[in-house]
């Protein structure tokens, strides 16, 4: 049974993303593993005499260890069932967390909330590995809770025992990949919640920039965007009977629609395309939009 592994690295970020994925490990039933990325075998040295400091490597170890021991002991206390195992490596957190994600069900990691700052975090180690792992990685702003996932009860107060938010998935009809869409299916399954479904199409795309839109083409080419949605959602509602799916063809970027749609989602899913012959791999515009603004945890699923 392959586990749900958490990157945790003391950061308030990192922290909303423990507790995120102890509640996923739970929900789908398989164990939670803590993991610790550090090079602080890297020499340290005092200024001058360029020796080395083992003192400060050594404190480092020993405040990893009592961090992750904590973060078990208070993830045990809320999910006393759950199966945690903590583990340390000390190497660089990017190829440490590569490594570990080939055998992981899902790779859940911290993300600070940017706003309107241009790019995503550059050279971060969320943003590196979400654009090289070949499994699926979850991202969850600092401050996530529990009932942020949920629907406010009957008197609008916030609460954990109402039913979950709508799954969001952005899908692109040109590439429409099975294991984006399955992914954001089994999410709303095991949530019992609705799935939304965003697909933006450019009218620009057929018309050219410098053409006068035709309205009564345009009315057509929406037509057609929403029959292939329902096309493609098909076989997949059949797959999924008990998870209700609404669907929308917007005129637009998907990015921005998707980034709107968050603000009451528990999850949003998008997908990243592979690129074996990129050294480093890439993140496409619409993932960096969303990555970049959405309100709710982002899963990012790479595909063939």
Request: aromatic share 4%; glycine share 8%.
């Amino acid at each position: 049974m392959l586990a749900i592994t958490v990157g945790l690295d003391g950061s308030p970020e990192s922290i909303a993303a423990a507790d995120w994925a102890a509640r996923e490990a739970a929900q789908r039933q398989v164990p939670l593993c803590l993991l610790n990325a550090r090079d602080s075998l890297r020499p340290l040295y005092a200024p001058f005499t360029a020796a080395a400091v083992p003192d400060m490597i050594d404190a480092q170890r020993t405040w990893a260890a009592g961090f992750l021991l904590e973060a078990e002991s208070r993830l045990t206390e809320h999910h006393p069932g759950l199966r945690i195992t903590t583990q340390r490596i000390e190497e660089q957190p990017v190829p440490a967390l590569l490594t570990a994600a080939k055998d992981t069900e899902l790779l859940v990691l911290g993300s600070r909330r940017l706003g309107t700052v241009a790019g995503f975090l550059v050279g971060s180690v969320a943003l590196a590995v979400v654009a090289r792992t070949e499994r699926p990685v979850v991202l969850v702003r600092a401050g996530e809770r529990p009932e942020d996932e949920h629907l406010p009860d009957a008197t609008g107060t916030e609460a954990i025992t109402t039913p979950y938010r709508d799954v969001v998935l952005g899908l692109d009809l040109e590439s429409p990949a099975d294991a984006v869409v399955e992914f954001a299916f089994e999410a709303a399954r095991r949530r019992a919640a609705g799935l939304r479904v965003v697909h933006g199409w450019n009218p620009a795309a057929v018309y050219g920039y410098g053409a006068v839109l035709d309205s009564g083409l345009n009315a057509e080419l929406a037509e057609e965007a929403r029959h292939g949605l329902s096309d493609v959602l098909r076989p997949w509602k059949d797959k999924f009977p008990g998870v209700e799916v609404r669907e929308q063809a917007v005129i637009g970027g998907a990015g921005r629609h998707l980034v709107h749609a968050s603000r009451d989602a528990s999850l949003v899913v998008v997908g990243r395309k592979r690129n074996h012959a990129l050294v480093g791999g890439r993140i496409g515009p619409v993932t960096h939009a969303v990555l970049q603004h959405a309100s709710a945890p982002v899963a990012v699923v790479p595909h063939d």
